[in-house]
């Protein structure tokens, strides 16, 4: 009924606003804005695809740098790398959250793409563990942009497409963060795996069957090019991710602000543009004293901090998944794992990310419709439980029946945090009015990036313990995959009443 209503005000416009024209331009035109929402995809997926691409050859770059003096110890200092990023992100993240609430969502953009173009191509140039550490460190603190990008894709559209917005940005992010790693599985360590094209010799000295073949040739054996992926294995899938960031970064040109420049609007006059700018209703939702809800601290806005702490879990237990099952799949078997390669485990990943699309696209739209997002979140959390409790004993099967099985296990637990994660992106950003969405997006980055920082340190670390534990109580990644197990179970606990504060209606 609340949707149908007339404005009790007529809505101002301002001239020389961003946001006003972005407003002015919705509500000309109702439909879904499919050029913006596309931007913001390819934005996504750019600020996405380095985070994880580093894990599938993460044992190997460990391995590598010879920091490890035994192999039990090589998941204890990968844990270190892939905490790095993540520490960055959460000491500044808030800071770039403030940033776009005051000057835009658009700087803070353009200065996290090319963040990922400078730091991902050094790291993948890395030539000692600590040049790994600070690079990987660097990336996080400079690149700020998933928080004002969840609230862009939020602002940008009318309030029926809104949630599709929402979803884009998690989709982009839960695809990067599948297919980065398969990136990094296929092409890390290119002069061993594809030696009749990265080669240290001339590309012309090469047997070419067809011009097809001579031409591809070409472009890839420049010689340079062939050089670097000799001495630097690990460059080639940094490279491509940030050539990509390169393409992306043009983009950033038709993007339209949206952020307001007319402070008071949105400070005193909250009853007209704020219920108009709502996102599934969320101002209205937030109960009676919406003016004054809007103006109190962030940090005493339950609905919204409650969401966040129950994210932070399972984002930690994401994390801490990303970088045990590669580490697991390239262990040798008397350790427990399955003996891949990082060519193997980037398939696997390559193919959850296939899937990971499809079901984003044409499965969880009309399943959260259904269901809500919050039931959805608590469905996929019970399921997720034996999934990973059944993982462990993937290690008595063998050839095809194994990598069937293994590729079926990787897509079904994608598919099922990516299902969580997004049911909780939707109620933070219901909890909160527009003008703080920034800011509520970077406090809620920082403390899942906090937690995501702890994750693969302590899962390494734990990784590299369980592996010389000899013991007839859940012995070796046994243990590894019940601790998973037990921090699922907690994010699970979190998403039920009285903890978790939302509204009943669309969840």
């Known amino acids: 009924m609340a949707e149908n209503r007339e404005p009790l005000l007529k809505r101002v416009y301002h001239d020389d606003c961003p946001g006003c024209e972005v407003d002015q331009r919705k509500e000309a035109n109702r439909g879904m804005p499919y050029k913006v929402f596309i931007h913001v995809w390819l934005v996504t997926l750019c600020a996405a695809l380095p985070i994880s691409s580093l894990f599938p050859f993460l044992y190997f770059m460990i391995r590598d740098l010879h920091v490890a003096k035994r192999v039990e110890d090589?998941?204890?200092?990968?844990?270190?790398?892939?905490?790095?990023?993540?520490?960055?992100?959460?000491l500044t993240s808030v800071l770039w959250g403030i940033v776009a609430d005051r000057y835009g969502r658009k700087p803070v953009i353009?200065?996290?793409?090319?963040?990922?173009?400078?730091?991902?191509?050094?790291?993948?140039?890395?030539?000692?563990?600590?040049?790994?550490?600070?690079t990987r460190f660097l990336l996080g603190c400079l690149n700020g942009l998933l928080g004002p990008i969840k609230a862009y894709s939020v602002e940008v559209a009318p309030k029926e497409y809104q949630a599709v917005g929402i979803s884009?940005?998690?989709?982009?992010?839960?695809?990067?963060?599948?297919?980065?790693?398969?990136?990094?599985?296929?092409?890390?360590?290119?002069?061993?795996?594809?030696?009749?094209?990265?080669?240290?010799?001339?590309?012309?000295k090469v047997e070419m069957p067809h011009i097809i073949s001579f031409i591809y040739l070409l472009y890839l054996q420049i010689h340079i090019i062939s050089k670097l992926n000799c001495r630097f294995p690990y460059f080639l899938p940094c490279l491509c991710i940030s050539l990509f960031a390169v393409a992306v970064l043009p983009s950033?040109?038709?993007?339209?602000?949206?952020?307001?420049?007319h402070r008071?609007?949105?400070?005193e006059n909250l009853t007209t543009e704020a219920l108009e700018a709502s996102f599934h209703g969320s101002e209205e939702k937030l109960g009676e004293g919406n003016d004054a809800a809007s103006n109190k601290s962030l940090f005493t806005n339950w609905p919204l901090m409650s969401s966040i702490i129950a994210y932070c879990v399972f984002s930690l237990h994401d994390m801490a998944y990303s970088e045990i099952f590669p580490l697991w799949c390239?262990?040798?078997?008397?350790?427990?794992?399955?003996?891949?390669?990082?060519?193997?485990?980037?398939?696997?990943?390559?193919?959850?990310?296939?899937?990971?699309?499809?079901?984003?696209?044409?499965?969880?739209?009309?399943v959260e419709k259904l269901f809500g997002c919050v039931n959805l979140s608590r469905a996929a959390s019970v399921l997720s439980i034996p999934l990973i409790a059944s993982f462990p004993f993937l290690t008595a099967l063998s050839g095809f029946e194994l990598t069937l099985t293994v590729n079926c296990a990787s897509v079904l637990k994608n598919i099922l945090s990516v299902a969580i994660i997004t049911g909780l992106f939707i109620l933070q950003n219901n909890a909160v009015l527009q003008h703080q969405r920034g800011a509520a997006n970077g406090i809620s980055m920082s403390a899942q990036s906090l937690f995501k920082a702890v994750g693969p340190a302590t899962a390494g670390a734990i990784f590299s313990w369980a592996q010389k534990r000899h013991s007839s109580f859940l012995p070796g990644n046994h243990m590894v995959f019940f601790i998973l197990n037990v921090v699922e179970f907690v994010g699970l606990l979190m998403t039920f009443k009285p903890f978790l504060a939302y509204s009943t209606e669309g969840t």
Not at 78 to 85: C, I, K, N, P
Not at 252 to 261: A, D, S
Not at 330 to 350: P, T
Request: aromatic share 16%.
């Open 264 to 267: 008071e609007i949105q400070t």
């Open 74 to 90: 090589i998941g204890f200092y990968a844990g270190f790398v892939g905490s790095s990023f993540m520490l960055g992100r959460a």
């Open 168 to 204: 884009l940005v998690t989709t982009a992010w839960g695809i990067g963060l599948v297919i980065g790693p398969s990136l990094g599985g296929i092409l890390a360590q290119p002069a061993e795996k594809y030696p009749n094209i990265f080669l240290e010799t001339p590309f012309w």
């Open 252 to 261: 950033c040109y038709w993007l339209p602000e949206t952020l307001h420049n």
């Open 110 to 134: 353009v200065i996290g793409i090319v963040t990922v173009v400078i730091f991902n191509t050094l790291f993948g140039l890395s030539t000692s563990y600590w040049m790994a550490i600070v």
């Open 330 to 366: 390239e262990s040798d078997g008397k350790y427990g794992g399955l003996g891949f390669s990082s060519q193997d485990v980037g398939w696997v990943l390559a193919l959850s990310g296939f899937c990971l699309l499809l079901f984003q696209l044409l499965i969880y739209p009309p």
